[in-house]
């Protein structure tokens, strides 16, 4: 399992790659591990706003059905069409060509306090998170 350092993570197994006031979000490589191969990702319209934590979108995969959920608030202002025919690159490369999601912040991410850097994702992974 991989966690890059540079990202942020929820315990709902998704995580936030900032590049200014915009972030690209995405499931982690130990949530699409967890899910098997993934064959569908329903995801929002652009210029949709969410609140921290509301589901945004649905992810399907061999195995299961899975909930999205945003671990941050703001706008959605692009969404990873290359999904659509490759559901595949979720699993393949998480925080690459898999991002499912880029939103535009609302607010600084210092308030929020869900969100953990990748050694203390790696030990919650590590103790049986589900």
Same mark, same amino acid.
């Given at each position: 399992?991989?966690?890059?350092?540079?990202?942020?993570?929820?315990?709902?197994?998704?995580?936030?790659?900032?590049?200014?006031?915009?972030?690209?979000?995405?499931?982690?490589?130990?949530?699409?591990?967890?899910?098997?191969?993934?064959?569908?990702?329903?995801?929002?319209?652009?210029?949709?706003?969410?609140?921290?934590?509301?589901?945004?979108?649905?992810?399907?995969?061999?195995?299961?059905?899975?909930?999205?959920?945003?671990?941050?608030?703001?706008?959605?202002?692009?969404? $990873? #069409? +290359? /999904?659509?025919?490759?559901? &595949? =690159?979720?699993?393949?490369?998480?925080? %690459?060509?898999?991002?499912?999601?880029?939103?535009?912040?609302?607010?600084?991410?210092?308030? $929020? #306090? +869900? /969100?953990?850097?990748?050694? &203390? =994702?790696?030990?919650?992974?590590?103790? %049986?998170?589900?």
């Amino acid at each position: 399992m991989d966690f890059p350092k540079e990202l942020k993570y929820s315990k709902s197994h998704e995580y936030v790659k900032i590049q200014g006031n915009h972030a690209y979000i995405g499931i982690t490589s130990y949530a699409s591990g967890e899910l098997g191969d993934v064959v569908f990702v329903d995801m929002p319209e652009t210029g949709k706003s969410f609140k921290e934590g509301d589901k945004f979108g649905v992810i399907e995969s061999v195995k299961s059905v899975s909930d999205l959920f945003i671990p941050i608030s703001g706008k959605i202002i692009e969404i $990873n #069409k +290359d /999904l659509s025919d490759h559901p &595949e =690159y979720v699993n393949q490369d998480p925080y %690459g060509k898999g991002w499912m999601i880029k939103v535009e912040l609302a607010g600084s991410l210092d308030s $929020n #306090k +869900d /969100l953990i850097p990748a050694d &203390e =994702y790696s030990k919650f992974v590590l103790a %049986g998170a589900h």
